[in-house]
């Protein structure tokens, strides 16, 4: 079992930036591969970023250049560095980690960017 606590949402300007923090119940080491995603009601929830076991990078083409995921080993956390936040980026944001075969999320922060 894996929990994760997301924290860092809230309400921005467009332009401005946010931070996104996701900590883990484990180790991440041991976790294959880390994620954000995000979900506007009415809508499916999409990869917004990973990053995997390795170290290696994948973002949506949406937000390319803008945002960026990192991570912290020694505090098991995943972040998500968000700057040129636009109002399509409002969205709740969830953290998800696949680990040895089953997903686990995040309760969801609120990410609002006002125009």
């Known amino acids: 079992q894996v929990q994760l606590v997301e924290s860092g949402g809230g309400l921005v300007q467009a332009g401005g930036s946010l931070r996104l923090s996701c900590a883990a119940s484990?180790?991440?080491?041991?976790?294959?591969?880390m994620g954000w995603y995000r979900q506007d009601p009415g809508k499916q929830r999409e990869l917004v970023a990973s990053?995997?076991?390795?170290?290696?990078?994948n973002y949506a083409d949406s937000v390319k250049g803008r945002f960026t995921i990192s991570r912290d080993n020694a505090k098991n956390t995943v972040y998500l560095q968000m700057n040129s936040l636009k109002p399509e980026d409002t969205a709740v944001y969830y953290c998800?980690?696949?680990?040895?075969?089953?997903?686990?999320w995040g309760q969801g922060t609120q990410v609002t960017v006002s125009s």
């Open positions: 998800h980690a696949r680990h040895w075969g089953g997903d686990y």
């Open positions: 484990v180790s991440i080491f041991s976790i294959n591969a």
């Open positions: 990053i995997i076991s390795g170290g290696s990078t």
